[in-house]
C-alpha cells in the first residue's frame, strides 16, 4: 500500500506545533518536500498572516530556552543564523544585558562548586563562560563574587 504524501501545509503545521520555528529554518524544511509547483513562500505568508507563524514568537522562545545556559553573544548569533536581525535584535539585546552578569554567575555555579585556587583555575573557569557566550564585563563580574555565598 503507497504512502500517502503529506502536503506542505500539514508538515508546516506539524512543525510548529512541535515548537517555534523562524521563517527561514521553516523554508529551510520545508524546501526538501517542495514538488514543482508548490509555493513555499506563499504559504509561508500565510501562516504568517493567520500569526502561526511569527518571528518575534520564535524570538522569545529561543532566548527562553537558551538564556539559562548561553551568553549574549551565543544567544545573538544564534538569532541571526535563523535570519532574525535589525530592530528585532536590537531589542533582545538590550533586555539580554540587563542580566547577562546574573546568568553567567548562575552557569559558573552549576558547573564549578569552589572558587577558583589559582590563576590557572581561573583562567580555565573564565574560558568555560566564554565558550559560552558571556561578555569579558560578565565573566569579569562573575568571577568577582565567585564563591560569595548568599544567606
Known amino acids: 500500500m503507497a504512502k500517502l504524501q ?3 501545509k500539514a508538515r508546516a503545521l506539524k512543525y510548529l506545533s512541535a515548537r517555534e520555528h523562524s521563517r527561514l529554518e521553516l523554508t529551510r524544511k520545508l524546501s526538501r518536500y517542495a514538488q514543482e509547483g508548490d509555493d ?58 540587563q542580566d547577562e552578569v ?8 552549576k558547573r564549578f562548586d569552589h572558587p577558583p585556587a589559582d590563576a590557572s583555575e581561573r583562567a580555565k573557569q573564565m574560558r568555560f563562560l566564554q565558550q559560552r557566550g558571556f561578555s569579558h564585563s560578565a565573566i569579569q563580574a562573575a568571577m568577582r563574587t565567585a564563591g560569595d555565598t548568599e544567606d
Not at 545556559?69 to 539585546?93: P, V, W, Y
Not at 546574573?102 to 555555579?109: F, H, I, K, L, T
Open 6 to 8: 503529506m502536503s506542505l
Open 102 to 109: 546574573s546568568r553567567a554567575r548562575e552557569v559558573w555555579r
Open 40 to 97: 513555499v513562500e506563499g504559504l509561508l505568508d500565510a501562516l504568517e498572516a493567520a500569526k502561526l507563524l511569527s518571528q518575534s514568537r520564535f524570538s522569545e522562545s529561543l532566548v527562553h530556552r537558551r538564556a539559562s545556559r548561553f551568553g549574549n553573544n551565543r544567544i545573538l548569533s544564534e538569532l541571526q543564523t535563523h535570519g532574525i536581525d535589525g530592530e528585532a535584535l536590537d531589542e533582545i539585546k538590550a533586555s539580554l544585558t
